[in-house]
DNA sequence: CACCAGGCAAGTA
DNA sequence: TACTTGCATGGT
């Protein structure tokens, strides 16, 4: 288990080295919900011609989304992969907006964080990630994002084991950072940031990942 | 060609 | 409860 030193060292060596990421900042909340629905197990690249194809039909809009064909919908979104899925994940969205906001996506700001989270989490097709991504950076509510490449940098660097379940491992940044918005966000970006490029999942090296100047795992090789 | 991408739900044992 | 599988496009 990593000491809360660790945490924030792990923090400033990463910031040091990459900068700040500035993760959806300019977008609605609307758009920054869609994006997270969107990315699930896609690359993000992908994600943002989704939401070019459906800016170009103005359809980046709660009301105007909802009653758009579905068949339409999955057509448009196809970039992003699973465009079926997502399309009903979507729709499955578009529901609980009107059922609980009346289409004002800032309505949901009212609730407390955790009531938020777990209404998010009782629409089928959000799962811990897509919830917690939504609260932070959508609606910038403290709560921490977890993903595979958080396990998968943790676990190559002895902190963790590598098939740590999600709650334990939000919960082991949660129980030890101060509950900071952007702290969490950028927290999570840098994350992201530093498994896309020294914690790819096979053979992927650690070799000058930033966190090492903290662990001391210089060269970590995956598959053992 | 292999591998991967800011997961999730449903099915099986 | 703990695996396993389907979903699918596009970049490296």
Same mark, same amino acid.
């Given at each position: 288990?990593?000491?809360? @030193?660790?945490?924030?060292? &792990?923090?400033?060596?990463? $910031? #040091?080295?990459l900068g700040p990421s500035h993760w959806w900042p300019a977008e609605t909340p609307f758009e920054v919900c869609l994006g997270a629905i969107l990315t699930q197990n896609t690359n993000w690249g992908n994600v943002e011609k989704a939401i070019a194809n459906l800016a170009r039909h103005d359809l980046l809009d709660p009301v105007k989304l909802f009653e758009t064909d579905g068949e339409k919908m999955a057509e448009l979104i196809r970039? @992003?992969?699973?465009?079926? &899925?997502?399309?009903?994940? $979507? #729709?499955?969205?578009?529901?609980?907006?009107?059922?609980?906001?009346?289409?004002?996506?800032?309505?949901?700001?009212?609730?407390e964080t955790r009531e938020l989270r777990e209404r998010l989490l009782r629409v089928k097709g959000i799962g811990a990630e897509t919830a917690d991504s939504m609260v932070l950076y959508a609606f910038h509510k403290p709560s921490f994002v977890v993903d595979a490449y958080t396990a998968r940098i943790f676990g190559r660097h002895g902190l963790v084991r590598e098939e740590v379940g999600y709650e334990e491992l939000r919960s082991l940044f949660m129980d030890a950072l101060p509950e900071d918005v952007?702290?969490?966000?950028?927290?999570?970006?840098?994350?992201?940031?530093?498994?896309?490029?020294?914690?790819?999942?096979?053979?992927?090296l650690c070799s000058d990942c930033p966190l090492s100047a903290v662990t001391g795992h210089e060269v970590f090789s995956g598959a053992s």
């Open positions: 288990m990593p000491a809360l @030193a660790d945490l924030h060292n &792990i923090y400033d060596a990463m $910031l #040091q080295r970039p @992003a992969g699973y465009y079926r &899925i997502k399309a009903g994940r $979507l #729709q499955n969205f578009l529901f609980f907006l009107r059922d609980e906001a009346g289409f004002h996506v800032s309505a949901l700001r009212d609730y952007s702290l969490y966000q950028e927290y999570h970006a840098l994350l992201v940031r530093t498994g896309k490029w020294w914690c790819r999942k096979k053979h992927g």
